[in-house]
């Protein structure tokens, strides 16, 4: 069965240095998601792409937060600099459309900033 | 914007008993309301989805209501087993071009054998 894909699983790094994660969702999907959890929480929705194009990045700290999907099949989010407060897993999912489709998520990048 | 509160945040049951978690919603023109289940270190992973134009769903040992008037949405697990430990997660979405998902708070739900 395809899964979504995401690396790193785990990275630890110190404020202010620049991360990256990323994602490839399931083959033929073509809406992608961001989503971050902090420990204890629900998901919380950052970006969304529709193929290469971003759907919604109202939640997107775009001072320091990136999210590109340049063929519209894998993509990165990156962050810099990191502060501590953005130590949290980072969840990518995909779904096959953009409207009452399944999604489906990866085992996210559990991101520790120091 | 779309705010979903989720209850309870813990819920501890003897295996075999049923388990009820509740969520309540504030627009009310969301009309997608998937359930997840995530695993102590594992992905969320669906478990049961239901749409505004139906009011019960059910798969198994687990059903979901949705009452639209109150604007509230309630998960059952009925016959619980240890393996249904987990944290589960509430969703409403408004299933329009973006379908993005609001999340509950989650419950932490413990079946003891």
């Known amino acids: 069965e395809a899964e979504v894909a995401q690396s790193p699983r785990y990275k630890i790094t110190e404020k202010s240095q620049a991360v990256a994660f990323w994602c490839d969702p399931i083959?033929?999907?073509?809406?992608l998601y961001w989503y971050r959890q902090i420990l204890g929480q629900g998901p919380e929705l950052l970006v969304q792409?529709?193929?290469?194009?971003?759907?919604?990045d109202s939640q997107l700290p775009k001072d320091r937060f990136s999210a590109e999907r340049l063929k519209g099949v894998d993509s990165t989010l990156k962050i810099q600099p990191a502060e501590l407060g953005d130590s949290a897993m980072y969840l990518c999912a995909s779904s096959f459309g953009q409207g009452v489709d399944t999604q489906y998520f990866g085992p996210g990048t559990r991101l520790t900033v120091l | 914007g779309e705010n979903v509160e989720q209850h309870p945040s813990t819920l501890s049951v003897q295996e075999g008993d049923s388990a009820v978690i509740k969520c309540t919603y504030s627009d009310s023109a969301s009309n997608y309301f998937p359930w997840y289940k995530q695993e102590l270190g594992k992905r969320p992973q669906l478990i049961i989805d239901?749409?505004?134009?139906?009011g019960e769903k059910k798969d198994q040992r687990i059903a979901v209501t949705l009452n639209k008037t109150a604007k509230h949405f309630s998960l059952h697990i009925t016959e619980t087993q240890p393996e249904d430990s987990a944290v589960y997660f509430c969703a409403a979405s408004m299933g329009n071009a973006g379908n993005m998902l609001t999340f509950g708070g989650g419950t932490r739900l413990m079946v003891k054998p």
């Open positions: 083959s033929g999907h073509a809406t």
């Open positions: 239901i749409r505004s134009n139906v």
């Open positions: 792409f529709q193929d290469e194009s971003v759907v919604d």
